[in-house]
């Protein structure tokens, strides 16, 4: 298989790709989880510090799941968890149809961690070979993969420079490649956001869009609400380690009173009128300022420009 | 085992820092003119005592500089996984007997390559290797000593698989009497052979006779005064065995084998100890493991590396250090094998805190 492929052609020959891996399991969720608990140790090995309680959650494969909350809420231990870095303390948990302590499972994983951990010995071409035969593909699937997946994140030019003289933002990209290379069943990403450019910001929506049409499920983890609310199919609200709220995006701001609205090709006159609409209805515009994809477009203008 | 991990174990056990470091030891050990130390330690000088002193003092300039800074990397690594690499390692289609044999496997090949070039430095600061002898074993016998008496002599048994060209080497000394040396006839019977060495005795040294059994399984060491002067003292277990061997060089491989086993044992250990306890700890406890038996030469043969310093003494006296045991291979087996079982079970959980 060519890589990278344009969207059509990934739309059939992905779907063709997971057609017989899934024959078996399409049925299962991409994961599901009941009762799910995490706890750690306290200091000095005395009582213990509870981090989730009794999580119920389930996603369906070729859905994205945002998962949204603040600092300390437990967003990236379930995460891990589902990745199978840590151990669930309690609880129920199937992903791929099995537990990810299974290796055949983690190798259907895709996982774009919180900070940037990568071996900073390696140069980006190294890392990125490693982690991909580590995650079972061929010598041969690497020769293809990696250098068009380098290419895919911006990196080809700096693919020879090794890891620790990567910025905070180059390193995120490493990550999606990474997270991405494989072609996994199941990403989870970890504050995707964090630290990218709005480029990469470009490139997150690119890889995960191809992911969702191949019938992978993507599960993304944000304490900023509006990463995760566009793109999501279900959001899940952790507060303290607890499901505050699940469900649809819309149905679960349907009763808020506070509305994010994006406009394109809008003048100031425009933006005024909307305004006092608003102002009519009942309602107040609290904030103005460029919409999400405003810097992207910007770069390009500028590009096109020079 | 995965190539790759054992690739970048291999790569973070050696950083630029520390490889330069290494190189200019061993370069400074290579280059180093050891007839000085011989004229210094053993007031002869010769080349042969030149060489032996460069082959020991290379080995232990590796051991005392370089070894322990790979048990202290093995130590590290288990945390080091938990503080950051766990995030990239932990989530990978690979079980964690995997990626335990895999990092032994590239910390081990790092410590092999520091064996290897330790090895080269030595033949280079040795300059030479002639045809030498091997130390087959020390002979059980009482302590001889010529005080009044004008001779002396006790029987040396168990010699039945000795081979033909064999040398039985004895280290006397002399303590001032009538006079501040000794002339002494020494004399090795055995059925219907013997063989005599004399010698003029002011110091310890070492004589070396022909080993003729002619069939026998056990012979008669004898001493004899030839004329008055001081006391001549041969103590217990300072008769040896000796074969003879092709070169030098052996004495450099029968070390570097050692040296390659027992730092194969101390990482795997320092690696399962790691999973346990904090890096510098685990290092620490597996070097301790090694000195009690070590200062008081009382390392069973199975424990690997366990008569290193023996074999360094043997080495400095110009011979060939004995060939390893299968004990010595079977413990060596064992220590690793635990290491990696104990690093395999700790890392049952990656992350002890949230």
């Known amino acids: 298989m060519r ?8 739309a059939v020959a992905g779907l063709a790709h997971y057609r017989d891996r899934m024959a078996n399991s399409a049925s299962e969720p991409a994961f599901r989880l009941v009762g799910l608990r995490k706890h750690f140790p306290g200091p000095l090995g005395l009582g213990r510090h509870e981090v989730l309680h009794g999580i119920d959650l389930s996603l369906e494969r070729g859905r994205m799941l945002g998962l949204v909350g603040p600092n300390g ?33 983690r190798r259907r994983l895709g996982f774009l961690p919180e900070v940037s951990p990568f071996p900073e010995e390696l140069s980006a071409r190294s890392a990125l070979d490693l982690l991909g035969s580590l995650q079972g593909l061929s010598r041969a699937d690497r020769r293809e993969r990696v250098p068009a997946m380098l290419a895919r994140v911006g990196l080809a030019d700096v693919g020879r420079r090794t890891l620790g003289r990567f910025s905070k933002g180059m390193l995120r990209r490493f990550g999606l490649a990474q997270a991405f290379l494989h072609e996994p069943e199941l990403i989870l990403l970890d504050e995707p956001t964090a630290g990218l450019d709005a480029v990469g910001v470009g490139v997150l929506q690119e890889l995960r869009g191809e992911a969702l049409a191949r019938g992978a499920a993507v599960v993304v983890s944000s304490h900023i609400f509006s990463d995760v609310f566009d793109p999501a199919d279900e959001l899940c609200v952790l507060i303290e380690g607890r499901v505050a709220a699940a469900g649809e995006p819309e149905r679960l701001v349907a009763d808020g009173s506070r509305v ?39 770069y390009r203008r500028l590009g096109d420009a020079s | 085992m995965h190539t790759g991990l054992a690739l970048l174990a291999l790569r973070r056990t050696l950083p630029r820092g520390f490889l330069f470091f290494a190189l200019a030891v061993l370069a400074v050990a290579a280059l180093r003119d050891w007839g000085v130390s011989a004229v210094v330690l053993d007031a002869v000088g010769d080349d042969a005592s030149a060489r032996a002193f460069a082959r020991q003092g290379v080995w232990l300039l590796l051991g005392v500089f370089l070894l322990p800074a790979l048990v202290l990397r093995a130590g590290g690594t288990i945390p080091r996984w938990r503080r950051t690499d766990s995030d990239w390692l932990a989530s990978r289609a690979v079980g964690h007997g995997t990626v335990v044999l895999s990092t032994f496997a590239g910390i081990w090949a790092a410590g ?16 030479g290797s002639p045809p030498a002898w091997r130390l087959v074993r020390t002979l059980e016998h009482p302590a001889l000593v010529l005080f009044d008496e004008d001779e002396a002599r006790c029987a040396l048994a168990d010699l039945a698989d000795v081979p033909r060209g064999a040398r039985l080497r004895l280290r006397p000394t002399v303590l001032p009497g009538a006079g501040p040396s000794a002339d002494v006839e020494f004399r090795v019977r055995a059925g219907g052979a013997s063989s005599t060495a004399s010698a003029r005795l002011a110091g310890r040294t070492s004589i070396e006779l022909p080993l003729e059994l002619d ?7 004898e001493l004899r005064r030839v004329a008055p002067g001081a006391i001549v003292v041969l103590p217990r277990g300072s008769a040896s065995l000796l074969t003879p061997a092709a070169s030098e060089r052996q004495a450099t491989l029968g070390m570097a084998a050692r040296v390659l086993l027992l730092v194969g044992a101390w990482v795997a250990l320092a690696l399962g100890l790691g999973a346990w306890v904090q890096g510098p700890i685990a290092a620490a406890l597996v070097l301790c493991a090694w000195l009690f038996p070590w200062f008081w030469n009382a390392a069973p043969q199975w424990f690997p590396g366990g008569d290193l310093f023996l074999a360094a003494i043997v080495v400095g006296d110009g011979l060939v250090p004995a060939p390893l045991s299968a004990s010595t291979l079977a413990g060596f087996l064992a220590c690793v094998g635990g290491g990696l079982l104990l690093a395999t079970r700790g890392l049952a959980s990656w992350r002890s805190a949230p």
């Open chain 1, 3 to 10: 890589f990278p492929m344009d969207p059509e052609t990934i």
């Open chain 1, 260 to 298: 994010r609205l994006e406009l394109e090709n809008a003048g100031p006159e425009a933006v005024e009128r909307i305004e006092r609409a608003a102002a009519e209805a009942g309602a107040k515009v609290v904030s103005r300022g460029p919409g999400a994809g405003a810097l992207l477009e910007l």
């Open chain 1, 73 to 105: 809420s437990g967003k990236s231990t379930l995460l891990r968890i589902l990745a199978g870095i840590e151990r669930a303390s309690a609880g129920e948990l199937r992903v791929l149809g099995g537990s990810p302590e299974r290796a055949d499972v």
């Open chain 2, 112 to 127: 092999a390559a520091l064996i290897l070039a330790g090895a080269v430095c030595a033949e280079i600061a040795a300059g």
């Open chain 2, 215 to 221: 069939g026998a399984d056990a012979a008669e060491l």
